[in-house]
């Protein structure tokens, strides 16, 4: 069964910095993608960014950049210019054979 | 307009009740799924719909019973739960593929009494 591990349950990063959110999986498939889901106190899910395996280019969305370790089975959510507004719970998630997994999250905090 | 609306917000029921959650999508997908959340777990896959058909019961305990009369529309019916059913409920839909994001409504809190 694939894992997708979050290590940091809580993160905070000075308005305008930049943070790193760190994810690991677990699979022994080769074609599948990640994702990066916000949820912030509405409660929505929001898809962040999203990367697919097979490609080795790290996918990039405006401030929201992704780092693909794929041997590695890592795959890191970089924001840089951090804003009030990200602050959110943040879910990396793993999808293969119609099935999404999620980690436990991990909750980031921005600091004016 | 978040595309996945679902139905109602807040829920408070006891545990001898019958009560439904509802989710409607309106983004054309043909996919829908029913996710529990609860605090410091990872999201619980509870029920997946494809094409109308369901594909997934991921050993989810009778008391919920999931419905999908159409592509646009997915139930949960609640009957005799526990209090440890108390939980976020998230809906979402997708299209039929593994490229395609899921898409979430913004959940019903559900507490059981």
């Known amino acids: 069964a694939q894992t997708v591990t979050q290590s940091q349950p809580e993160m905070s990063v000075q308005e305008a910095e930049t943070v790193t959110l760190s994810c690991t999986y677990d699979?022994?498939?080769?074609?599948?993608?990640l994702f990066w889901y916000k949820q912030p106190p509405s409660r929505q899910m929001i898809l962040v960014i999203r990367?697919?395996?097979?490609?080795?280019q790290n996918a990039t969305e405006n401030r929201f950049s992704v780092n693909f370790q794929k041997a590695a089975k890592s795959f890191s959510l970089k924001i840089s210019d951090s804003q009030l507004g990200d602050a959110a719970m943040y879910f990396c998630?793993?999808?293969?054979?119609?099935?999404?997994?999620f980690g436990t999250g991990t909750r980031l905090t921005i600091i004016p | 307009e978040t595309g996945v609306t679902q139905t109602p917000r807040h829920l408070v029921m006891g545990m001898t009740n019958k009560k439904s959650l509802k989710c409607e999508q309106h983004?054309?997908?043909?996919?829908m799924y029913w996710y529990k959340q609860s605090a410091k777990k990872p999201l619980e896959l509870m029920f997946v719909?494809?094409?109308?058909?369901?594909?997934e019961n991921n050993s989810v305990p009778s008391r919920f019973s999931p419905e999908c009369p159409n592509s646009s529309h997915l139930f949960l019916h609640l009957h005799t739960l526990q209090p440890e059913d108390s939980a976020l409920y998230l809906c979402?839909?997708?299209?039929?593929?593994?490229?395609?994001?899921?898409?979430f409504g913004n959940g019903t809190r559900l507490t059981v009494t």
């Open positions: 699979t022994s498939e080769s074609d599948y993608y």
């Open positions: 983004l054309g997908h043909n996919a």
């Open positions: 998630a793993y999808r293969s054979a119609g099935y999404l997994t």
């Open positions: 990367q697919e395996a097979y490609k080795q």
């Open positions: 979402a839909s997708s299209l039929v593929g593994d490229n395609s994001p899921l898409h």
């Open positions: 719909y494809s094409l109308e058909e369901r594909v």
